[in-house]
């Protein structure tokens, strides 16, 4: 069955880089239409669509978070990595992983669980 | 971007009652727009994509329908486990954006 986990660190320090995997089973981001985004949640807040990465290793980023990350593949180890440059107070969120898959109208149908991002001095 | 504007934030039903969430596009997104549900605690969970297909597993008491910038998710007879938070999302331009959330409540 599909499953996604994401794993970093709980407490990063403003200015700081946050590197963020996820780890997923059950596909492959070598298969045509397979995608896997980045997706966070402030506490008490919206969702905020952050980047994505597909099957040609195409990428996709936020308007405004553009020049602060990074999204890239490890196809081998089953992994996508989130690199989020000069964090500060109120990048604190919890932050998912989601597969997108056109099948499923490319929409995201499966999440990992989150794991919350504290950003603080 | 496109901004998705959800309505109403808050929207207060008794089980058993229909719920009807808005939501609006800022520019059409054809019918490339999804609902999620989120309860307290829980990732979201895909309720339909395409506008008005369901995703595997959901009930027939959820609805879309909609296209271009008017959307509507309907649910039928609320039970206990539908009081949560629903977005919607489009991803017919880059980047995907979400709304808000509506937060259906007792």
């Known amino acids: 069955q599909v499953t996604l986990r994401e794993s970093g660190p709980a407490l990063v320090k403003p200015t700081q880089t946050l590197t963020l995997t996820c780890t997923f089973s059950?596909?492959?981001?070598?298969?045509?239409?397979?995608?896997v985004s980045w997706i966070r949640q402030p506490p008490g807040k919206a969702l905020e669509w952050l980047a994505l990465?597909?099957?040609?290793?195409?990428?996709y980023y936020s308007t405004s978070l553009k020049t602060r990350l990074t999204i890239s593949k490890d196809t081998s180890k089953n992994q996508v990595v989130l690199r989020m440059t000069h964090m500060d107070p109120v990048d604190t969120a919890t932050y998912y992983c989601a597969r997108r898959e056109k099948s499923s109208g490319w929409s995201y149908d499966f999440w990992g669980q989150g794991t919350l991002v504290t950003v603080s001095s | 971007d496109i901004v998705m504007t959800q309505s109403p934030a808050t929207l207060s039903v008794s089980p058993g009652e229909r719920a009807t969430l808005s939501c609006r596009a800022s520019q059409s997104v054809a019918r490339n727009l999804a609902w999620y549900q989120q309860k307290p605690g829980q990732a979201p969970r895909l309720l339909i994509y395409d506008a008005s297909t369901k995703a595997t597993g959901i009930p027939a008491r959820f609805s879309g329908s909609g296209s271009a910038t008017e959307f509507t998710l309907t649910i039928l007879s609320l039970q206990s486990e539908d009081f949560a938070v629903y977005y919607c999302q489009q991803y017919n331009n880059w980047p995907q954006t979400f709304g808000q959330g509506t937060k259906v409540e007792i």
């Open positions: 990465i597909d099957w040609e290793d195409d990428k």
């Open positions: 059950g596909f492959s981001l070598n298969t045509n239409g397979m995608c």
